[in-house]
C-alpha cells in the first residue's frame, strides 16, 4: 500500500510538471515564457524525483532528508502554482504532498528493517 501512495504521489507531480510546461510553452495563458513556470516544473520535477528516490531505497539513510526536501519543493510549488493562478497545479501538487506524507506515515521503521 506504501508503493501506491508512492507512486500515485510521483504521478500527481509529473502531472504538475507537465501543467507548468503547458503554461509555459502554451499560447496565450498569460504567464507563457515568464520564469513562474519555469519554477513551478522545477519544483514538482525535484518533488516527483525524490519520491521515486524513496520508492526505490526504501531503507536508505538518505530518506529522512529526502522526504523533507520532497515536502519543501511541494509546499514551495504549490505556493509558485497559486501565485501563477493556476489551480490545476495547486490540485495536483497538493494530492502528490499528501499522497507522501500518507505514505511516509506507513513506511516500516527502522526496527523492522534491521529485524
Known amino acids: ?23 509555459y510553452f502554451g499560447p496565450l495563458t498569460g504567464v507563457e515564457g515568464t520564469a513562474g513556470p519555469l519554477l ?15 520508492a526505490i531505497f526504501p531503507y536508505s539513510p538518505s530518506q529522512g532528508p529526502a522526504a523533507a526536501f520532497a ?3 511541494a509546499i514551495l510549488t504549490g505556493v509558485a502554482g497559486w501565485f501563477l493562478l493556476s489551480w490545476p497545479i495547486l ?4 494530492l502528490a504532498a499528501a499522497c507522501l ?12 528493517a534491521l529485524a
Open 1 to 23: 500500500m506504501t508503493r501506491l501512495f508512492l507512486a500515485l504521489s510521483v504521478l500527481f507531480g509529473l502531472a504538475a510538471f507537465a501543467l507548468s510546461l503547458r503554461l
Open 40 to 54: 513551478t516544473a522545477l519544483g514538482s520535477a525535484a518533488q516527483a524525483l525524490l519520491v521515486l528516490f524513496i
Open 71 to 73: 515536502l519543501l519543493a
Open 91 to 94: 490540485i495536483a501538487i497538493t
Open 101 to 112: 506524507v500518507v505514505a511516509l506515515a506507513r513506511l516500516p521503521s527502522d526496527r523492522k
